[in-house]
């Protein structure tokens, strides 16, 4: 969790090193328009957080993007989901209240933009469905591309007791898409929790499978050298990481935080950082 949280936050989001992780920016960029459910699969520290973080940055150029960490939920039902992504994204949904104030919209929309966030969380746990389809409907309206959805880590692992809540919520947000043309749902997905939906869920799984990009195991000699380059690694570091098969997450811990057995390494291994 230490290794998670501290380095997968906005600001250190707003760079991707290595390019094994950039080909799969743009392989999720090249998507968008044509899929509307896209999963990243990649085992824990393979770097799904800080890809979701910086899909997110980037589409908000264009699109209204909400990132969800859901990792902390205790509900995920769809109602929940929804509600804490409102609140967690406060500031780029009242962005864009205010420029449909500003194009004097009428009719649902002109009341819609009026709500206090206070309303606009009830809402929207109360009412999910309709609240989302008002949003995208007024990201349209004011001349955004659409709503993106990002859902990180949904389900913890296979054994996740809130898994079944998260599924039934995925159901229901591919269920209005067709009529939302501009909403699309990001999700975050670790090996074990797709082979869950493969064995329980196989409606699901087929739709997921549809629009799956799967990240790095571990880094590569060339992402290596464009981290250590990055933070100005030493030697003797970077041969240590050449031979250890690390993930994203492991590297970068290293490099932020120089310790390794906090960052996932064993303690047999000895090595002097300064």
Same mark, same amino acid.
């Given at each position: ?14 760079? @991707? ?11 999720? &960029? ?13 085992? =824990? ?6 890809? =979701? ?14 990132? @969800?960490?859901?990792?902390? &939920? ?76 990002? %859902? ?32 699309? &749902? !990001? ?5 074990? $929790? ?35 380059? =990055? ?6 570091? !970077? ?31 000895? $090595?002097? %950082?300064?």
């Amino acid at each position: 969790m230490m290794q998670s949280r501290l380095l997968a936050t906005p600001e250190r989001a707003n760079t @991707l090193l290595g390019p094994s992780w950039r080909a799969v920016k743009r392989r999720v &960029l090249e998507m968008i328009d044509g899929y509307q459910l896209i999963t990243l699969v990649g085992r =824990a520290g393979s770097g799904k957080t800080h890809m =979701a973080l910086n899909l997110c940055k980037e589409l908000k150029v264009s699109w209204l993007c909400m990132y @969800l960490d859901a990792v902390q &939920l205790g509900d995920k039902r769809l109602g929940q989901l929804i509600s804490t992504a409102v609140r967690d994204n406060e500031d780029s949904i009242k962005g864009v209240m205010k420029l449909g104030k500003s194009r004097k919209l009428d009719g649902a929309l002109s009341r819609f933009i009026k709500l206090s966030t206070d309303e606009l969380t009830t809402a929207a746990y109360n009412y999910p469905i309709d609240f989302l389809t008002m949003l995208h409907n007024l990201t349209l309206a004011v001349g955004l591309r659409g709503l993106v959805l990002v %859902i990180d880590e949904g389900a913890l692992s296979q054994d996740d007791q809130y898994i079944g809540a998260f599924t039934t919520a995925i159901h229901a947000l591919r269920n209005i898409m067709p009529k939302l043309s501009g909403l699309r &749902l !990001i999700l975050t997905m670790l090996p074990d $929790v797709v082979d869950y939906v493969a064995k329980n869920d196989p409606p699901l799984f087929e739709i997921l499978s549809m629009g799956v990009v799967n990240l790095p195991d571990y880094v590569t000699e060339e992402d290596l050298k464009e981290v250590a380059r =990055a933070y100005n690694l030493s030697g003797e570091l !970077i041969e240590l990481i050449k031979s250890s098969n690390l993930t994203m997450r492991q590297v970068m811990c290293i490099a932020e935080f120089k310790d390794l057995q906090k960052c996932g390494l064993q303690s047999e291994v000895e $090595v002097t %950082i300064t």
